[in-house]
């Protein structure tokens, strides 16, 4: 069954660091992969998405992921970390008999030291 | 920007009661979902709801819950016999023919 694992419940970085959220997936084939992110009293915003092709992927504020195939995994990471990315982040698989179902991981909350 | 609207931002309601949580979806998508969190939990899958039937929904979508599409822009979750388990927060999806889900920003469900 599809599942994704955030080993990170909370990571503290200070702002102009880089910063790395670790994802890891179970999924038998080629996974359409997701990061999300959530601001306070606001819905789960896209920040990027792999369906196919490169595997390193560019996505809005910044954000960038790589999947990587053999890891099971699809790091989100930003060289230098603003203030204003303190949210909590999600990473997700699609599957179901329509891949419209989204798996989530248990997200991690990014806190953004001044 | 077009955005997924969910009402109300916060709902309470005595167990037992029936509670029905409203989405206006992107104008134009075709796909519809709920989904919800309950408290350090996971966002989980409820349901998934295309050309006016559901095409796909968890275990957690029991016989209490049901969708609708009453007019062409809202989307409802309906929850009959309200538990206090069924607190959390709802959140609706919808999609266009790609394979992006927009989601709204919740609503929060407490059952007292």
């Known amino acids: 069954a599809q599942s994704v694992t955030q080993p990170d419940i909370h990571i503290t970085v200070s702002e102009g660091a880089s910063l790395e959220l670790r994802c890891n997936y179970s999924y038998g084939a080629t996974p359409y992969l997701f990061w999300y992110v959530q601001s306070p009293g606001q819905g789960l915003q896209l920040l990027l998405k792999y369906f196919s092709g490169d595997t390193l992927v560019q996505g809005i504020k910044g954000f960038e992921a790589e999947f990587k195939r053999s890891q099971s995994s699809f790091n989100l990471r930003k060289p230098s970390v603003h203030w204003s990315d303190a949210a909590e982040y999600f990473c997700?698989?699609?599957?179901?008999?329509?891949?419209?179902?989204?798996?989530f991981g248990r997200g991690t909350q990014l806190t953004v030291w001044p | 920007e077009p955005e997924v609207t969910q009402t109300p931002s916060h709902q309470v309601t005595q167990m037992g009661q029936e509670v029905i949580l409203r989405c206006v979806p992107i104008?134009?998508?075709?796909?519809f979902y709920w989904y919800r969190q309950i408290l350090g939990q996971k966002v989980e899958f409820l349901v998934s709801?295309?050309?006016?039937?559901?095409?796909?929904k968890s275990e957690i979508f029991d016989d209490r819950f049901s969708v609708e599409r009453p007019d062409g822009s809202n989307f409802t979750l309906k929850i009959r016999s309200t538990k206090l388990e069924d607190s959390a927060m709802y959140f609706c999806?919808?999609?266009?023919?790609?394979?992006?889900?927009?989601f709204g920003p919740g609503t929060r469900l407490t059952v007292l």
């Open positions: 709801f295309y050309n006016n039937e559901i095409s796909e």
């Open positions: 997700a698989v699609a599957g179901g008999s329509t891949l419209g179902r989204l798996y």
């Open positions: 999806a919808s999609r266009d023919r790609g394979d992006t889900q927009y």
């Open positions: 104008s134009n998508h075709l796909y």
